[in-house]
């Protein structure tokens, strides 16, 4: 509570008391207008002069008016009881709300309090000098103590330690790193003294990135918050004239008595304030928001969540998306000679080369390479490798190397798939079989979105149709489109975005090289956003680990948010309308439209406020597991 | 040029979406008001930035007497 609310809840209270005196004090005529007259002016009087002089400055129709026209109206009638209690509830309701809007602000920044607060500096005599993030340069170093933000990306020059990232990506399990491994800004030292150099400086770093993305995600509103803000521009003025004509009209047509039309009116008044139904839109969406960054998805805007609650289409990117884009040796298949003998002469004639298959040969070896016994090698770009290895000639390609050198394959030939072949002086050998296998919360995360309803989903790649298909099928995903460049996966997303559709479209990939494809789906998520500036650039949401399974948890937020805020429209106006018909046949009292103001702001803010708390997608879950068993 | 600034005691969130309204009538001018991070983005150009700012102050104040921006 700040001190201004105190001070407000104070004079509430004690307002409160003061008219219960009143009400029972033995008062009649003057004596009794006078001794209302002042609890009304103790507890609106700063309303009726911000109306007073709202109006001098041109501002008409604002809260501050209406509650004093429709108050003043009540005690011209001798409502003197219901003139002071719309006042006292107005302002329980202003206080409420300002009480309401700061809880949920500080709740959902502490959701978000990743801000490093200082970085010790190494200086040149090795003592530490307590700086501001913002004031250390980059290629500097730095120590974090264990316990201590980390407070710039940086890569480890001294020390290893265990990483908490879980305020970054919602990931509970501690990180590792050791000298030379990346440390990030925002996450947590648990265990031991890390000296770094300094990367990016804290304007570049990630942390803020990520706080700058939280804070400037209002900008993009939502569509629920744009009619609603347009919707009170018109709502108020004809609430007000509709009061007008309902003061007017029945006296002067039908003789009636102006009081009670007078009072139906100043109801009428008392209903017309938007705030309300202003309030708990912007709140529902930012709740999600910081929901969703809980969880480690960063969504950038209200618009972007509307979209991907509707998301019924969802394509995505094969390789560091659904699969981890790195070879394994998965099946060894040696022709006359053993499989070790295979292994070891792929491994060596690879052991110059640095493309992905290589290494994947090399890691499958697992055995430190003699280099004395390979004499020369040779990278042929397009079909492998030509080694010397212990004085024999050694190929390891694709089988169009092997044709080159027109080496009979025999039934290895018909293999399907990212296949080594080797052969060695002239003779086949055998053969590897690579492959990018997929993530292990994949095949859960697809179920999970066909769970949601999500009625399309499809993978682009510009592997080999034999490779795509497979991971597209063992996911369970609709289809694959493969042997993709590029400016093709565009054109795809293209097609499909302009077919018959009735949800959005998401494309998923990990920011690396499709950005334009990110920037063209209705939605583009980019997964792995941690450590990558592109990724969190070029697309609308962000998930911050590489776990597929965060699409399905992104998804459950924004509907949760969604359907929030679209039960708070619909049960505020509900709210409103009712109270309008019922005060304009005489059913409801001004006590009633105060009420019905007041108490709709009220559990329209609770209701915004459970947006901020989110269950975890049962895929997530499984993925931990998962985790927790590899030691 | 385009600023973000902090607002302080903005109170209220259709006074908020009044202001963004009123400031976007304003020559050459892209605001964004958020209520719930109250905070303001200011687009204006270079030239005439102080002074239209100085006029989206008076603006501002007009809607909601005691919201202020801390510049």
Known sequence: ????????????????????????????????????????????????????????????????FLMSVATVGAFALGDYKEGIAVMLFYQVGEWFQSYAVGRSRRSIAA????????????????????????????????????????????IVEEGSSSLDTSALTGESLPRETEKGGEVISGSINLTGLLTVRVTKTYGQSTVARILELVESSGQRKSKAE??????????????????????????????????VWVYRALTFLVISCPCALVISIPMSIFGGIGGASKAGVLIKGGNYLEALAKADTLVFDKTGTLTEGKFVVTQQKPVGVSADELLQWAAYAEQYSNHPIAQSVREAYGKTVQTQRITSAEELAGFGVRAVVDGAEVLVGNAKLMAEYEIDMGEAARQGGTVIHVAREGRYVGSLLAEDLPKPDAIEAVAD???????????????????????????????????LLPQDKVEKVEQMLEGERTG????????????????????GIAMGGLGSDAAIEAADIVIMTDEP????????????????????????????????I????????????????????FLAILNAMRALYIEKAPAENQTAQLQRKVP | MKKTYKLEDLECANCAAK????????????????????SMTFEAPDEQFDSLLNQAQKLMRKIEPDVRVLV
């Not at chain 1, 609603?228 to 006296?251: G, H, N, Q, S």
């Not at chain 1, 949601?452 to 490779?467: I, N, P």
């Not at chain 2, 202001?19 to 109250?38: D, K, S, T, W």
């Open chain 2, 19 to 38: 202001m963004e309204n009123a400031l976007n009538q304003l020559e050459g001018v892209h605001a964004n008001i958020r209520f719930m991070q109250q």
């Open chain 1, 449 to 483: 979105l066909r769970r949601l309803g999500v009625k399309q989903m499809v993978m682009l790649t510009g592997d080999s149709a034999e490779a795509g298909q497979k991971v597209a099928e063992g996911l369970g995903l609709d289809g694959a489109y493969t042997g």
């Open chain 1, 582 to 601: 019922l005060g304009a046949l005489g059913f409801a009292s001004m006590w009633a439209a105060v009420f019905a103001d007041v108490g709709v702001a």
């Open chain 1, 549 to 580: 399974a965060k699409i399905p948890t992104a998804i459950r937020i924004s509907r949760k948010t969604v359907s929030i805020v679209r039960q708070n429209i619909v049960f505020a106006l509900g709210v409103k309308g009712i109270v309008l």
């Open chain 1, 504 to 523: 959005t479209l998401a494309f998923v990939g990990d920011g690396v090289n499709d950005a334009p494809v990110l920037a063209r789906a209705d939605v």
């Open chain 1, 226 to 259: 744009n009619f609603i803000t347009k919707f009170a521009r018109y709502y108020t003025p004809a609430v007000c004239l509709a009061a007008l004509v309902l003061a007017l009209l029945p006296p002067l047509l039908l003789g009636q008595s102006f009081g």
């Open chain 1, 111 to 154: 959701l978000m309090d990743i801000r490093p607060d200082h970085a010790n500096l190494l200086l040149e005599d090795g003592s530490l000098s307590q700086l501001a993030p913002e004031e250390v340069d980059s290629g500097s170093r730095i120590v974090i103590k264990p316990g201590e933000r980390v407070p710039l990306d940086g």
């Open chain 1, 1 to 64: 509570m700040t001190k201004k609310q105190r001070k407000r809840l104070v004079r509430i209270l004690a307002a409160l008391a003061l008219f219960i005196v009143v009400l029972f004090l033995p008062l009649q005529g003057v004596p009794q207008l006078l001794a209302y007259l002042a609890v009304y002016l103790f507890i609106g009087g700063d309303i009726l002069w911000r109306a007073v002089r709202n109006i001098l400055r041109g501002q008409v129709f604002d809260e501050n």
